[in-house]
């Protein structure tokens, strides 16, 4: 069985800094993908960063970044110059073949003024 | 935005009721996804489907069916309301091809009285 954990449920940091939240898999396929989702108190899910297992390549999108380490199955996102905005709760996700996505429990993330 | 949408948005309902959310998608996308969120679970799958009348079941499916009779839609019936099902319910979309994103629906926040 495929699992995702997000072993922190809450952070905080202060704007401007940088952030890291941690995510650990588990799956026994070759092919798959990850992928880190912001939820803001709007509630809606937003797409923030995705990363395919075949690529060793860590995937940047503006000031969001992962470390993918696949032998360890860690998989962590980095959230540079933090704004309020970023304030959210985060899911980390995994799909392989099946096209079945697991999620963590999630992060909630305050961003402090 | 993905054209995702989901009626109703908010429901109270009491127990022994039927419920029936629908989901509904502009982007002809192959794969519907429901799906409810509750705190300290993240969010976990309660069915899916991979084309016209092809579903199958998720994690938490007891007392949840589903039907899709068109690409567009997928409903998701609850067929006697319990309040271990009140919950934020996703829809959400993903297609074949080489991304593997998937796409969220706003929700819908369901209260079984």
């Known amino acids: 069985a495929q699992t995702v954990t997000q072993s922190q449920p809450e952070m905080s940091v202060q704007e401007a800094e940088t952030v890291t939240l941690s995510c650990t898999y588990d799956t026994s396929e070759n092919n798959y993908y990850l992928f880190w989702y912001k939820q803001p108190p709007s509630r809606q899910m937003i797409l923030v960063i995705r990363q395919e297992a075949y690529k060793q390549q860590n995937a940047t999108e503006n000031r969001f970044s992962v470390n993918f380490q696949k032998a360890a199955k860690s998989f962590s996102l980095k959230i540079s110059d933090s704004q309020l905005g970023d304030t959210a709760m985060y899911f980390c996700?995994?799909?392989?073949?099946?096209?079945?996505?697991?999620f963590g429990t999630g992060t909630r993330l305050k961003v402090l003024a | 935005d993905a054209g995702i949408t989901q009626s109703p948005r908010h429901k109270v309902t009491e127990t022994g009721t039927p419920v029936t959310l629908r989901c509904h998608q502009t982007e002809n996308h192959r794969y519907m996804y429901w799906y409810r969120q509750d705190p300290g679970h993240g969010l976990r799958l309660i069915h899916y489907?991979?084309?016209?009348?092809?579903?199958d079941k998720g994690e938490v499916s007891d007392g949840y069916s589903v039907s899709r009779s068109k690409t567009e839609d997928f409903l998701l019936t609850l067929e006697s309301a319990t309040s271990s099902q009140t919950s934020v319910y996703f829809c959400?979309?993903?297609?074949?091809?080489?991304?593997?994103?998937?796409?969220f629906g706003p929700g819908t926040r369901l209260t079984v009285t």
């Open positions: 996700a995994l799909v392989s073949g099946t096209y079945k996505y697991i």
């Open positions: 489907s991979y084309g016209v009348k092809d579903t």
């Open positions: 959400a979309i993903s297609n074949t091809g080489a991304t593997y994103e998937q796409y």
